[in-house]
């Protein structure tokens, strides 16, 4: 079973510090994918990489960084968090050749609450 | 605004019962549509995948159906389980190797005994 795990599963943190999410996964993907999910909103792609040390933003990238040194983890940085970023943090991964056809294996997520 | 549009927002059933949840899109062009099922407090798991050519695939006790002319899917669940209650999501590609997947904002269904 592919399995991709985060950091933390609750997080809580002050305005203006600096904040990492880790991911990783254990199924050799080349395709890694940071969400995030608010309620009555789908969830939105913060950055996207499908390669190591390769990125791409998505579609709310403001106020995010990411990295991947690593085939297997793909970390999420807020670099000053505000409390506009709370929310529900959701890592992704899939095969390449199955960008985003077909299915993309998430993690269980971390709360992050900003105070 | 979203491109995904779920239906209702929530909805209360009693075990042993069966319910649709709603899903239209205006996403184009069309590759698949997903339904994903996802717990409190757990990532989305898939359910089922239709492409443009089928417009109904079953899992379990799931079974979703697509009209791409309308760009109208529906999930239906039999025989409700407690273990039903989570949020559904109903996710649409553009393109078979697009990364950036269009998702709606969820159903949320809640199995009572």
């Known amino acids: 079973d592919v399995k991709v795990t985060q950091s933390s599963r609750y997080l809580v943190k002050r305005t203006g510090e600096k904040v990492f999410l880790e991911c990783v996964q254990d199924m050799d993907h080349e395709n890694m994918f940071w969400y995030r999910q608010d309620p009555g909103l789908g969830l939105r792609l913060i950055y996207f990489s499908y390669d190591v040390k390769m990125k791409e933003k998505g579609d709310i990238p403001e106020g995010y960084s990411v990295s991947r040194e690593k085939k297997e983890r793909f970390s999420l940085i807020l670099e000053s968090a505000s409390t506009n970023q709370t929310s529900m943090y959701l890592c992704?991964?899939?095969?390449?050749?199955?960008?985003?056809?077909?299915?993309?294996?998430f993690g269980p997520g971390t709360r992050l609450t900003v105070t | 605004k979203n491109q995904v549009e779920q239906s209702p927002q929530s909805l209360i059933i009693l075990e042993g019962k069966n319910c649709t949840l709603q899903?239209?899109?205006?996403?184009?062009?069309?590759?698949?549509l997903r339904w994903y099922k996802q717990d409190t407090g757990r990532g989305p798991v898939s359910l089922t995948i239709?492409?443009?050519?089928?417009n109904t695939k079953s899992n379990g006790r799931y079974t979703a159906t697509l009209d791409a002319d309308t760009k109208q899917s529906s999930l239906h669940i039999t025989a409700s389980q407690l273990s039903d209650s989570a949020s559904y999501i109903c996710v649409v590609s553009r393109y078979s190797n697009d990364y950036k997947l269009s998702f709606g904002a969820g159903t949320t269904v809640t199995v009572r005994a």
């Open positions: 239709m492409t443009f050519s089928e």
């Open positions: 899903c239209n899109y205006t996403v184009s062009p069309f590759s698949n």
């Open positions: 992704a991964s899939s095969p390449r050749r199955l960008a985003g056809g077909l299915e993309q294996y």
